[in-house]
């Protein structure tokens, strides 16, 4: 008897051993999704570039200062909040080789400090889109059947039009403003083709995810069939004709304001409509 109560009261102490220490870890995996940030697994991410993060980078609870990292989160939340995502865990890399925004199937987005840093030269609006794009991503891992396009860009080019849609509902509906933000994200672009896009490709995604957003409000799927349908209509389809059928969900009136802006979108997209000329427009 005396050894079942021993016994007992060992349990008991391991339990409560135990319990502490579950809660531990499972406060640092909050912090942290793994044990470096160069150990993440890229397969499982869309990226703002090429490379994962650097061996020598490491977890931050903050990068580039407290104030920058805070408007990061503000516009992270406010995007995740506008296309529905709810809480999506935002992590910090940081230290060398840390040129990278990430958004991971598993469902969180990490921010490396290079990328930050970087983009915060560029102005506020440049992180407000680059933290929109990345949530965008989060809409299409956690949406099937969104993007609903298949062709090489449809993935990136779809989340530079959710970042205009989101850039001109929650952050300025001054183009030039906005579209001084972009200027930074096309640094980020490839060559035609490439699965980011050109940089004029993305620059009339991101101005044509603007345009919508002017005239209506969408669901992330009604998004996805309305963004499509115009970008096939001026990119993909070659040449424009002079009326194309209004789309199911869009009214009357959206759609011929998005229509008026054919030919500027097409030019965009071409590249006749230049850089400075682009940030000039109406
Ligand atoms: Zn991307």
């Known amino acids: 008897m005396k050894n079942l109560t021993k016994f007992l009261m060992l349990l008991t102490i391991l339990a409560v051993f135990q319990n502490c220490t579950s809660d531990e870890n499972q406060e640092s995996s909050l912090d942290f999704p793994q044990d470096s940030p160069s150990n993440l697994n890229m397969h499982d991410a869309d990226h703002a570039t090429v490379q994962g993060f650097g061996p020598n980078s490491y977890w931050a609870s903050y990068i580039v200062s407290q104030s920058v990292?805070?408007?990061?989160?503000?516009?992270?939340?406010?995007?995740?909040?506008?296309?529905?995502?709810?809480?999506?865990?935002?992590?910090?890399?940081?230290?060398p080789g840390t040129f990278n925004a990430l958004s991971f199937s598993g469902g969180y987005v990490v921010w490396g400090e290079e990328l930050l840093q970087n983009a915060n030269g560029y102005g506020n609006t440049a992180?407000?889109?680059?933290?929109?794009?990345?949530?965008?991503?989060?809409?299409?891992?956690?949406?099937?059947?969104?993007?609903?396009?298949?062709?090489?860009?449809?993935?990136?080019?779809?989340?530079?039009?959710?970042?205009?849609?989101?850039i001109r509902k929650r952050y300025?509906?001054?183009?030039?403003?906005?579209?001084q933000g972009y200027n930074f994200a096309q640094t980020l672009a490839g060559?035609?083709?490439?699965?980011?896009?050109s940089a004029a490709q993305r620059r009339s995604a991101y101005r044509l995810g603007y345009l919508i957003a002017e005239n209506g409000n969408y669901s992330n799927r009604n998004f996805d069939n309305?963004?499509?349908?115009?970008?096939?209509?001026?990119?993909?389809?070659?040449?424009?004709?002079?009326?194309?059928?209004?789309?199911?969900?869009?009214?009357f009136e959206a759609h011929q304001y998005i229509s008026s802006?054919?030919?500027?979108?097409?030019?965009?997209?071409?590249?006749?409509?230049?850089?400075?000329?682009?940030v000039n427009l109406n």
């Open 226 to 251: 309305v963004f499509f349908y115009y970008y096939d209509q001026y990119v993909l389809g070659g040449q424009l004709r002079s009326e194309i059928q209004k789309p199911e969900g869009v009214s």
């Open 191 to 197: 060559p035609v083709n490439s699965s980011h896009g």
């Open 172 to 179: 300025t509906s001054n183009w030039t403003t906005a579209a």
């Open 69 to 95: 990292t805070n408007f990061l989160k503000g516009q992270h939340d406010n995007a995740a909040s506008l296309f529905g995502m709810g809480n999506v865990p935002l992590y910090y890399a940081a230290g």
């Open 127 to 166: 992180i407000a889109y680059v933290a929109a794009h990345e949530i965008a991503h989060q809409v299409q891992f956690r949406t099937s059947g969104i993007p609903s396009r298949n062709h090489v860009s449809a993935t990136e080019l779809e989340a530079d039009g959710f970042g205009g849609y989101y």
């Open 261 to 278: 802006f054919r030919e500027e979108l097409s030019k965009i997209a071409s590249g006749e409509i230049s850089e400075e000329e682009y």
